[in-house]
Structure formats: C-alpha cells, structure tokens
C-alpha cells in the first residue's frame, strides 16, 4: 500500500524489453533496507524490486501494466515520481493507495495560479462514473483532490510544494497520465450499480 505522497523523483537509467516483459531500471534516491521483492511506486504503478545495484533498481513490468498505464513510454532519461511502501506506524498523509491503475487519462489544460498550476484532465469513459468532485484521486501516484467535474474532464488544482517534489511540473498539455481511483469510492459506485440492476 502506498499513500500518495511522492518521495521524489527518480530517472530512468535503461530499458529493455524481452517477450512481453519490460526491463525498467531506475536511479532511485535512498535505497537504504531496500530489498529485492519489495514493492515500490512508480508514476502510481506498483512495481516488485528484483535486483539492486547501488542506487539502481531493476523492475520487471508485464504486458498488462503496460497496456494499462504509461510506463511503456518511458525511455532512458525519462524522470518518474517514487514512492516506498508505507510501513505499518508511517505517517498516512494522503489516501490510501494500492498502486493497481486502472486506465490512463490526458491532460487537457495547463494554467499558471500564482505559485502552482490548475490542471485539467481528460478521463477515460471507464473512469468518469468514479470521478467525483472533492473526492481523491491519483495521478502518476500522486494524492490530490478533485476539483470541478464536467463531463469527461477533471479539474485539479495544485500547490508549488508538490510541483517541485513531483513530474507535474514538467507535464504538458496532451501528456498521458496514469490514473487510480479511490477504492472507497470504487465500492460504492459499484454496490449501488448492482444493487439497482438487482432491482
């Protein structure tokens, strides 16, 4: 599990890809009681370390999570946000999270507001029935808060701290993001469904 306040940013040091698996291996700050098998956020994706080698850490991604999120962009250079495993006694500070993305959205729309930036993004029409106003949502593993809703897009309204701490700074218009719900609100969207198709 994972709480949606990013740690850092980390780069990607090599890729590789044999049969349908994607060899990812990052530069990732603080290592230290890292261990193989671990989990770890990457862009929100929850990963398994299979080998460390100093500050490099290798991860397998499989077909599905490829298909799924936009971690099949990712090239060496590229910069992604981190994010530990929470441990039992950590400090939750953002929404509980399990790293399992369910579809990626797009940015519509980049505003400058003062010191941060008001973000819109495009949601997949799998997504939107989950999609609530003051309700949480994570962005490239990201904890934030829902804005505006209007039809398919989103409204997110981020402060200058989690700019400099995360990618969000560096996006544009038209990037492609990885998106994971609430799981409070999953469960409720989907027991109402049910209940009133039992009807």
């Keep these: 599990m994972f709480t949606g ?23 990732l700050p ?3 009681n890292l261990q193989v ?3 770890v956020s990457i862009d929100g994706v929850c990963l398994t370390v299979t080998s460390i080698d100093g500050s490099n850490v290798n991860f397998d991604v499989i077909a599905e999570t490829l298909h799924r999120t936009t971690l099949s ?10 994010e530990r495993a929470l441990r039992f006694g950590d400090e939750l500070g953002g ?10 959205g797009l940015i519509h729309s ?3 507001n003062g010191g941060g930036k008001d973000i819109s993004i495009i949601a997949p029409p799998s ?27 989103f409204a997110l309204h981020i402060i200058p701290e989690t700019l400099r701490m995360t990618t969000l700074g560096s996006k544009q218009e038209g ?11 999953q469960t409720i969207v989907s027991t109402v469904e049910r209940i009133l198709a039992e009807k």
Aim: aromatic letters at 4%.
């Design 73 to 82: 962009d990712l090239e060496m250079g590229s910069e992604v946000n981190f």
């Design 175 to 185: 990037d492609a993001v990885n998106i994971e719900i609430d799981s409070n609100t």
């Design 95 to 104: 929404h509980l999270l399990s790293g399992h993305i369910m579809s990626a």
């Design 30 to 32: 603080g290592t230290e």
């Design 127 to 153: 997504l939107q029935k989950y999609i609530i106003e003051k309700g949480f949502v994570a962005i490239d593993g990201i904890s934030l808060t829902v804005g505006v809703v209007e039809s398919n897009i």
């Design 110 to 112: 980049i505003t400058e």
């Design 5 to 27: 306040i990013v740690q850092g940013i980390a780069t990607i040091n090599a890729t590789s890809q044999s049969d349908s698996v994607m060899n990812l291996t990052i530069t």
């Design 37 to 39: 098998g671990a989990s």
